[in-house]
């Protein structure tokens, strides 16, 4: 079956850096865009980056554009988000996510097909 497992997060003081890693098995997704989102406690869970299936391309929320960056390795089938300069309001579970069909952007959950379980980054001030 189609899984995907985060890892990568952890606490950290506001400033720091983490890199959130998504492993895939199941499939290779080399044809699927694929991205992150989080939710943090009380709140709806939001578009993190994403990226195209070729790696060519990448989209962020404006709230992480210039401290985040999100990469992909088709032969390794893992995805990875970079996270800089944090901050405690980035204090949330991180879920990889894999589009539900290929070539389909993912900047909307309607698009996400397949959800990892989660990984936490806890940003301390």
């Known amino acids: 079956q189609v899984q995907l497992v985060e890892s990568g997060g952890g606490l950290v003081q506001a400033g720091g850096s983490l890199r959130l890693s998504c492993a895939a098995s199941g499939r290779t997704f080399s044809y699927y865009h694929m991205g992150w989102f989080r939710q943090a406690p009380g709140k709806e869970r939001e578009f993190v980056a994403a990226?195209?299936?070729?790696?060519?391309?990448?989209y962020y929320a404006d709230s992480v554009k210039g401290r985040f960056t999100i990469s992909r390795d088709n032969a390794k089938v893992t995805v990875d988000l970079q996270t800089n300069s944090l901050k405690p309001e980035d204090t949330a579970v991180y879920y990889c996510a894999g589009a539900n069909f290929p070539a389909n952007r993912i900047e909307t959950a309607d698009r996400v097909g397949y959800w990892g379980k989660g990984t936490l980054v806890n940003v301390s001030s």
């Open positions: 990226i195209s299936w070729s790696g060519d391309n990448t």
